[in-house]
């Protein structure tokens, strides 16, 4: 089993920053994904940034260049810094890690907003 928790969503205004972080427990071994995903109520989550356990990253075409998605293995964390955040970036930032053979694990959630 593996444990998520999100922090560090809130309230930004447009342009600027807010640093996401998920905590990890339980059994990372064979964790070979990790992954932010974003949703808007009523609608498909989305895929926002991954990395796999090699240390390669993807991000969605809408926030490369602003979002970095970083892994803390003291920590065991996995971080998402959002730089120039814009109005259509506000939704529930998820984190999802992947464990063999393909189980996934979610977090419960954080809430992003940013004003214009």
């Known amino acids: 089993q593996v444990r998520l928790v999100e922090s560090g969503g809130g309230l930004v205004q447009a342009g600027g920053s807010l640093r996401l972080s998920c905590a990890a427990s339980?059994?990372?071994?064979?964790?070979?994904?990790m992954a932010w995903h974003r949703q808007t109520p009523g609608k498909q989550r989305e895929l926002v940034a991954s990395?796999?356990?090699?240390?390669?990253?993807y991000y969605v075409k809408s926030v490369k260049g602003r979002f970095t998605i970083s892994r803390d293995n003291a920590k065991n964390t996995l971080d998402l810094q959002m730089n120039s955040l814009k109005v259509e970036d506000t939704r529930v930032y998820y984190c999802?890690?992947?464990?063999?053979?393909?189980?996934?694990?979610w977090g419960q959630g954080t809430q992003v907003t940013v004003s214009s």
């Open positions: 990395m796999i356990s090699g240390g390669t990253a």
């Open positions: 339980g059994s990372m071994s064979s964790v070979y994904i």
């Open positions: 999802r890690f992947r464990r063999t053979p393909a189980t996934d694990y």
